[in-house]
Each structure stands twice: as C-alpha cells, then as structure tokens.
C-alpha cells in the first residue's frame, strides 16, 4: 500500500489560538488540518471538549469587536443551521462563549481548513516528517505542527471530591450552575482569583447564597472582581479556609462540606450546601507530548525564541494557554496563534 502524503501542517486544539492559527495557515494555502479534540465523557469532565475554555462561559465582553448587541442574524447568517442548533438560542446582549468559538471555527472552515473530532493521544517529534496518532487509531504524518490545546481546571484532588463529581462538584460555574440541582441552594467556591470570584458572582444569580472559600487572609483576584465580591449580598467569604471533605450521599449527592482552617487545623466547620465549585487555577494540556517539548517547571510549553511562537523542536509551534500562563485570554490566545501560523508558514518556505 502506497504511503500517504505527509500534511503539511497539523493543528491540534480548537481554542482561539489553534482556530486563529487555522484561518491565517488556510489562507496561505497551508491547508491545514485541525484535531478539535473528542467528544467524550473525559473531556467534559476536564472541561477539553472541543471548541475550548471559551465554549464554558456565557457573555464574552472583551474579545475586541464584539460589542454588546444582538446577533441573532448575524450568526444565522454566519453559521451553518446544523452548528445553530448545538447551541443555545441568543441571549440578544453581545457574543457569548460557544457563539464566538462557533464563528471563529467556521471562518477557519471557510477559508478550506479540514476538522478532525478526535484527540491526539500521542505525539513523535524526534524526527521528520512528526507523527501524530489519534485516539481512533492510526497515525497522521505532518511536515509542521502547532500545539494550541490549552488547559484545563484544576482539582484539589480529595477523594470526596471525586466521589461526588457531577452529583454536586463541578469545576465550571457557567456549564452547570443553572441546573436545578443547585438553583435557590446554598452553595460554595473554593478559591481566591479572578476566577473564582467570576464563577461565585455567577452562581449568585441562581443560588440562595454563595460561600467563597480562600486559604488566604484576602483575595488574590484583581481589585473590581474582589470588590464586587465583597459588594454582593449573596456572597459570603471565608478567609483562611480550605476546602477539608465534600459530604453527602449516593442517592442526593452533596448536602455539605468540611472546611479546615489553614491558620489553626483543628478548628473545622461544615456548612450545608448542594454544591461545591472548584475555581483553583488550570493545568496546561500537554501530558501527550510526553515531554517531547520543553516545558516549564509548571508544564507549559516553552517558547524558545523572543516574541515568536517556536518550541524546543524545529518544525514544531506553540500557542495561547499551552504556552502562556500570564495572559491567558482569547484575545492573546488568538494573537499567538495567528503568530504560529506566520511562523509555521515561513519556517516551511525555508525551513
Ligand atoms: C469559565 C471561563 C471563562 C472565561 N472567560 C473569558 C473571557 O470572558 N474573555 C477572555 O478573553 N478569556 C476568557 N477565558 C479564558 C479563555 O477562554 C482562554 O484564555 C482561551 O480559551 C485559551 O485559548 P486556547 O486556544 O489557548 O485553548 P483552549 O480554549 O483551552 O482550547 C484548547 C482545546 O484544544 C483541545 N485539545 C486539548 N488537548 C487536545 C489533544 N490532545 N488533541 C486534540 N485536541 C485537544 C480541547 O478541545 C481544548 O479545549 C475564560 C476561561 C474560562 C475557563
């Protein structure tokens, strides 16, 4: 059997960055194909399925160029109706999460990129042309890649907490705290970030009180989150806590928790709640590269040339979140991989 043609160019992740990076490859004829990731049970878990971190919350209002506004013909304009229907009808206030990665795939679509549904498992970077090889099977060959897959949340790694995980413990306010498990219940974030303040912020909207639980003396988050915080009635912080066991039972699942104080350790408390949201920090997706790459003490790919996208490997290119633990936005993460994409482009034309 003949072998097949390496591709040319293998984008793997369907973040802002790996879709950017998509649009800009296509347009230059690089004909790329994109591995958005699997649809399984796995990555909802983990918060990878495909389309990214965007696709886990509502209203985007700082990706430039989405103004808060209706869209609702815009995006039947823009999208195919079977894309439509995957998501939730528009809001009519500016551009959430799942609508923006919607369009940004599509215009990667557009532009003749090639979607596989499927991770990749495993990569084999030591020689040219690279392999790939995806969970169904199989191996692809590509003459360059950009690895843009992100990362994923953070868990404390209680065995409670993974006993109760979607019967009460979730790591995305946005993806289920509307559900009415959680709706006009007490329930508790544990963290002291941006983040966590956002995810406790809005499950106020749905919960009878929001416990914010920090192992600090105050909250790391910037200076508007902590005060809209602090300003909000329903949310209540306990400072100097940690999260110690989430109990319940198999049949409701979570009815309260155990926090440990982290200045005295003997003094616990529980509290009653139906739900419990973890807001720690992520983790960046790159445990397939099974340390083919250079990477940070805290595992995120390094970018080994000023203000490109290169990694440790020639051929081989990096961006957003798999590679940036400062910004971490889907505006920079869209900026870098417009940035693999120039970068792969030229390194192709001369090598
Ligand atoms: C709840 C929440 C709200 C946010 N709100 C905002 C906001 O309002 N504005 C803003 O600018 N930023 C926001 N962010 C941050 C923003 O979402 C991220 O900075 C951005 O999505 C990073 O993009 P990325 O392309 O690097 O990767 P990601 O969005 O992390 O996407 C990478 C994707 O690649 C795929 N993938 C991973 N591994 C593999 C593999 N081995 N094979 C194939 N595919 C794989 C997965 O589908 C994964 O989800 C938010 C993040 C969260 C979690």
């Not at 971490?328 to 090598?351: F, K, N, P, V, Y």
Request: glycine share 10%; aromatic share 8%.
């Amino acid at each position: 059997m003949p072998t097949p043609t390496p591709e040319t160019l293998v984008i793997i992740g369907s973040g802002p960055a790996g879709w950017s990076a998509a649009t800009y490859a296509a347009r230059a004829q690089l004909k790329p194909l994109v591995y958005e990731g699997a649809i399984t049970e796995k990555n909802r878990m983990s918060g990878t399925l495909p389309l990214g971190q965007l696709a886990l919350t509502s209203e985007v209002e700082n990706y430039a160029g989405y103004p808060h506004g209706n869209l609702t013909g815009f995006l039947e304009s823009a999208l195919p109706a079977s894309r439509r229907e995957m998501m939730a009808p528009h809001a009519g206030e500016g551009v959430t999460g799942p609508e923006l990665m919607e369009l940004m795939r599509q215009q990667a679509v557009n532009f003749g990129t090639r979607v596989v549904t499927d991770d990749i498992l495993k990569v084999d970077f030591s020689k040219r042309p690279f392999k790939l090889y995806p969970s169904e099977g199989g191996v692809v060959e590509a003459q360059c890649v950009i690895v843009a897959t992100g990362a994923s949340a953070n868990w404390l790694g209680l065995p409670s907490e993974e006993h109760f995980k979607n019967r009460g413990v979730s790591a995305c306010a946005v993806c289920d705290g509307a559900l009415p498990r959680f709706r006009n219940k007490p329930l508790v974030v544990v963290g002291g970030g941006d983040s966590a303040v956002e995810e406790a912020t809005y499950l106020a909207k749905f919960a009878s009180k929001v416990h914010l639980v920090h192992r600090r003396e105050s909250l790391r988050a910037s200076k508007i989150m902590a005060s809209r915080a602090h300003a909000d009635p329903k949310i209540q912080i306990h400072f100097n806590s940690g999260l110690a066991e989430v109990l319940g039972d198999d049949s409701h699942g979570v009815s309260s928790v155990r926090l440990q104080s982290t200045t005295t350790p003997s003094q616990t408390t529980t509290l009653d709640v139906a739900g419990v949201f973890l807001a720690i920090g992520h983790t960046p997706n790159t445990e397939f590269l099974d340390g083919q790459l250079s990477l940070t003490p805290k595992k995120y790919i390094v970018w080994t040339q000023h203000f490109r996208t290169n990694t440790s490997v020639e051929g081989v290119f990096a961006a957003g979140d798999v590679a940036d633990d400062y910004y971490r936005q889907a505006i920079s993460a869209a900026g870098t991989g417009c940035m693999s994409a120039l970068d792969a482009e030229r390194w192709l034309a001369h090598g």
